[in-house]
């Protein structure tokens, strides 16, 4: 049981450049959610699909985009790079919206230059 | 919406010693309160929680108690021992409603 996996693990961009976070879930989860997690900042809601068809903005959704493409897949697309960017981002799922435990998956290092 | 406040940002403590992390919300509707460890280099992954209609839980050395009335929670560790370093985060939202709200986190050394 993979639980919740995301890819890459690490990447490396320049500014400007485009890329796409993947993450996938094999509980038959409902809910999943992007974070990103920077130093001092605590983990920091990106975006979240609380059901299969619905995407909704968290707390700092500015450069990004998000696609749930069915119940499994939850994808993270920065269009444009920025510096601010870099973090750690981390993907996780829950069997409801906020009435359980979250899994997450092992992270992406993202660096921006 | 929600704020959640976490301290200390840093607490080291003596194997064997007791630890204690406060946090505090602001949304009284606020109904379910977990608390997440992260290793160095791994994932969050969830410790205890509680929900508004219970005062304290316990699990072996962890402990977490609510106060609703001030809107505040702690998480209360017994007999540290090193594998319990790493950084803690306090969680606060409403269930079915709007995703969980984190603290900052706070780092715990325990020193051998």
Redesign the interface.
């Known amino acids: 049981n993979a639980g919740v996996t995301q890819t890459p693990k690490f990447q490396v961009l320049k500014t400007g450049q485009s890329m796409t976070l993947q993450c996938a879930q094999d509980m038959n989860h409902n809910?999943m959610?992007w974070y990103r997690q920077d130093p001092?900042?605590?983990?920091?809601?990106i975006y979240?699909s609380a059901s299969e068809g619905t995407t909704d903005k968290?707390?700092v959704p500015n450069g990004y985009n998000v696609s749930r493409l069915n119940k499994r897949e939850f994808s993270l697309r920065l269009e444009s790079a920025a510096p601010s960017q870099t973090s750690v981002y981390?993907c996780a799922s829950s069997a409801?919206?906020?009435?359980g435990?979250?899994f997450?998956?092992?992270?992406s290092r993202l660096t921006v230059l | 919406g929600e704020n959640v406040e976490?301290h200390p940002?840093t607490l080291s403590v003596q194997e064997g010693d007791s630890a204690v992390i406060k946090c505090t919300y602001s949304d009284s509707a606020s109904n379910?309160f977990?608390w997440?460890k992260q290793e160095l280099g791994?994932?969050?992954?969830?410790i205890i929680?509680i929900r508004s209609n219970v005062g304290e839980k316990k699990d072996q050395r962890i402990a977490v108690t609510l106060n609703k009335t001030a809107k505040h929670f702690s998480l209360h560790i017994t007999e540290t021992q090193p594998e319990d370093s790493a950084v803690y985060?306090c969680a606060a939202?409403?269930?079915?409603?709007?995703?969980?709200?984190?603290?900052?986190?706070t780092r715990l050394s325990v020193i051998a």
């Open positions: 809910s959610y001092g900042m605590g983990l920091r809601l979240y968290g707390e981390f409801t919206e906020n009435t435990e979250l997450f998956g092992e992270g | 976490q940002s379910y977990p997440y791994k994932r969050p992954q969830l929680d985060f939202g409403l269930s079915g409603n709007t995703p969980l709200v984190f603290g900052k986190g």
